[in-house]
T-cell receptor, first 110, second 114 residues
Framework: EDQVTQSPEALRLQEGESSSLNCSYT??????LFWYRQDPGKGPEFLFT???AGEEKEKERLKATLTKKESFLHITAPKPEDSATYLC???????????FGQGTTLQVKP | DAGVTQSPTHLIKTRGQHVTLRCSPI?????VSWYQQVLGQGPQFIFQ???????GRGNFPDRFSARQFPNYSSELNVNALLLGDSALYLC?????????????FGQGTRLTVV
């Protein structure tokens, strides 16, 4: 069964304290791995797509990497505005069905 | 360019009632998917439509149905509402239906069943 697990569930950082979020996945035939940011009460905001092991993508303070079993979202020198829930999802097969993890809620304190 | 728009933003219904949620995809996107997100969890896939045809269905009861119109907008219908149907309902649009295609989400409809 396809499955996505994110860790930790919650993470508290001081402003400027770098860290990483983990997304472990089990899927038959990975077509894409997606990272989203979600603010409270809003829809997920697309961040990155990764397609194959070894691929990396960067955007401002965020960097996403992919291996055959997991993906990491590295946050460098975070700011309070980076506080949000970060969701990881995988796509497989020929439908657009995304399988999401439960998310990591990040709080960055000034 | 307008993103994915959903209506209404909030809705309160009574158990046993019926509800219709609406979604307009990004211009040029032909695929629409629906997700249910319960507080504290990741979104769960309900349906995907592409070119007005159902392409995928998640593990939800038959009380849930959807359709896509010629202009690619979509409706999600839920009959005989239960308290457990209270959730944030998300619509996502993408250019094509495959699992390698980026999906863009609307702001969601918050449904509360009392």
């Amino acid at each position: 069964e396809d499955q996505v697990t994110q860790s930790p569930e919650a993470l508290r950082l001081q402003e400027g304290e770098s860290s990483s979020l983990n997304c472990s996945y089990t899927v038959s035939g990975l077509r894409g791995l997606f990272w989203y940011r979600q603010d409270p009460g809003k829809g997920p905001e697309f961040l990155f797509t990764l397609y194959s092991a070894g691929e990396e993508k960067e955007k401002e303070r965020l960097k996403a990497t992919l291996t055959k079993k997991e993906s990491f979202l590295h946050i460098t020198a975070p700011k309070p505005e980076d506080s949000a829930t970060y969701l990881c999802a995988v796509g497989s097969g020929n439908t657009g069905k995304l399988i999401f993890g439960q998310g990591t809620t990040l709080q960055v304190k000034p | 360019d307008a993103g994915v728009t959903q209506s209404p933003t909030h809705l309160i219904k009574t158990r046993g009632q019926h509800v219709t949620l609406r979604c307009s995809p990004i211009s040029g996107h032909k695929s629409v998917s629906w997700y249910q997100q319960v507080l504290g969890q990741g979104p769960q896939f309900i349906f995907q439509y592409y070119e007005k045809e159902e392409r995928g269905r998640g593990n939800f009861p038959d009380r849930f149905s959807a359709r896509q119109f010629p202009n690619y907008s979509s409706e999600l219908n839920v009959n005989a509402l239960l308290l457990g149907d209270s959730a944030l309902y998300l619509c996502a649009s993408s250019q094509s239906p495959g699992g390698n295609t980026e999906a863009f989400f609307g702001q969601g409809t918050r449904l509360t069943v009392v």
